[in-house]
DNA sequence: TTTTGCACTATACACTTGTATATACACACG
DNA sequence: CGTGTGTATATACAAGTGTATAGTGCAAAA
C-alpha cells in the first residue's frame, strides 16, 4: 500500500462551516497532549487529523508543530497573569495574600485550557524559541512578585534581603510544585498547596531575616 | 523505494568484537539527546543506528525506547547519590557545607556520562515508570537532606522548622536551577550557582526562624 | 564430532511522516 | 461578467518507523 489511504477523516464529524482557526489547532493539539506525550512527539499529520483538516492546511496557520508549541506557551501564560492579577485584587483582608495566590495557580491547572500544565510539564525542553517563551512567563511573574516584596517592604517595615533573588526562589519554586500537582488528582492538591505556602513563608522569613542580620552589621 | 536500503552502516566505522552491551545502548542514546531534544522523540532506529546495531538487535538489551530511559534515570541517579555523598564526606570546614553540596550537583552536570542533565530535562514528561523514577531520586536527595538538618540541628541548637517540607523545598529549588544551569555555558554556571546557595540560606534561615517563634509561643 | 543456544544481521511489510504539486470552491473588486 | 485571492482539498512521493520472520556465525555443551 504505497499509496494514501482514502481516508483522514474529520474527528469532528459535524458538518462545520469552513475556516478553522489557529486556536482550532491549538485545541485539537492539546487533547493529544492530554496524557503524557510530548509536544515534541506530536506530528502534523495527527495536529491536523484531530482539527479535522487536511494535513497542509495546517500550514495556513502554523510554519510548524513549534511553531503552534510557542503559540500555546504564550497563551498559557497570558491567561496566568490574568488569573494571578485578579487573585492580588481580591486580595481581601481575611486570607493571606500568599495562599490566595497559590491556590489561583493551582486551579488554573485545570482550566478550561490546560496550558499551563504543558507549560509546566515542557519547561525545559523544546526548541530554543519554545524555552524563550517559558522564559518570558516565568520572568513576568518574578518581575511582579519582586515589585510587590519590595513595595511590602515599605509597608510592614520588614525589608526582604535580596528581592530579586528571592522572587526568582518563590517563582521556581511554585512552578515545579505546580508540575507536581499537575499529575495529582484534585483532591490531593490540597496538601500541595499548603506545603508551598509553608515554603514561600520560609523563604520570606528567611529573606527578612537575613535583611535585619545585614542591616545591624 | 518500497523495500529497505542496503546501508544502516555503524556509527563507529571500528572493527569491534561482537558483543554489545546494554550500557553501549545507552551512551549511543545519551549522545543524540545532546542537543534538546526529548527521550520520546528518540526512535528505536536512530538509537540502533548509533549503536552501529542491526534495529532489531535493540530488543536484546531494552524492551522498548521507554525502558532504555528508565535505566538512563536510574544510572544518572546513582552517580548523583555518589556524587553528593561524596562531597559531603570532604565537607572540610573551610567551606561551607551548602556551597559544598550544589558545587557537587552542578559540576555532574557536565560528567561524563550527561545523564543528570537528562533527568532535570525530561522530570515531569515521559511514561509513569520513567517519572516513578525521577520521583524515586528526588525522594533520595530529601531524606538524606533531612536527616542532616535534624542531625544538625542537636549540634547547632538551631532547629529546623518543618525540617521535610523544608528538604522537599531546597531539593525542587536546586535541581531547578540545575535544569537551568544545564543549558548554560559552564562560565555562566557560577552566578547559578550563588544564587542558588542563597536561595537555600534563605529556606534554612526562615525555617530556623519560623522554628523559634513556635517554641516562644 | 555434532548439537544447541545466543547474539547479531538481512529482508520485508505495513504504516506514518513532512511536504511538493495541483486543484477546487468561495468571495471581493474591477 | 471575469478575475484574482485566500483557504481548503486530494494525490503523490521519498523517507523513516516498529517489528515479524528467517537466517548466519560462533562458542560452549553433548
Chains 1, 2 share one sequence.
Do not use: W
Not at 50 to 63: E, V
Not at 122 to 147: K, T, Y
Not at 186 to 198: A, F, L, M
Amino acid at each position: 500500500m504505497n499509496s494514501e489511504k482514502k481516508i483522514e477523516t474529520a474527528a469532528s464529524a459535524g458538518k462545520r462551516k469552513k475556516p478553522i482557526t489557529a486556536q482550532d489547532l491549538m485545541n485539537a493539539a492539546v487533547k493529544l497532549l492530554d496524557s503524557h506525550r510530548s509536544v515534541s512527539s506530536l506530528s502534523l499529520r495527527e495536529i491536523a487529523r484531530a482539527a479535522g483538516i487536511a494535513p497542509n492546511s495546517f500550514y495556513r496557520h502554523f510554519r510548524d508543530v513549534d511553531d503552534l508549541a510557542v503559540a500555546l506557551i504564550d497563551q498559557a501564560g497570558r491567561s496566568l497573569r490574568g488569573v494571578i492579577r485578579e487573585a492580588r485584587q481580591r486580595l481581601s483582608l481575611e486570607r493571606s495574600a500568599i495562599r490566595t495566590s497559590v491556590e489561583a495557580f493551582m486551579e488554573q491547572l485545570d482550566a478550561e485550557q490546560k496550558t499551563l500544565h504543558i507549560l509546566l510539564r515542557e519547561m525545559s525542553i523544546g526548541s530554543p524559541a519554545f524555552r524563550q517563551a517559558v522564559d518570558r512567563e516565568l520572568r513576568f511573574f518574578e518581575d511582579e512578585l519582586c515589585e510587590e516584596l519590595t513595595r511590602m517592604a515599605k509597608v510592614t517595615g520588614h525589608a526582604t534581603y535580596e528581592p530579586a533573588l528571592a522572587s526568582k526562589a518563590i517563582t521556581r519554586l511554585v512552578f515545579t510544585m505546580g508540575a507536581a500537582a499537575a499529575d495529582l488528582p484534585p483532591e490531593e492538591r490540597g496538601q500541595i498547596i499548603d506545603e508551598t505556602v509553608v515554603m514561600i513563608k520560609m523563604i520570606m522569613e528567611g529573606a527578612q531575616s537575613l535583611a535585619k542580620r545585614a542591616a545591624e552589621k
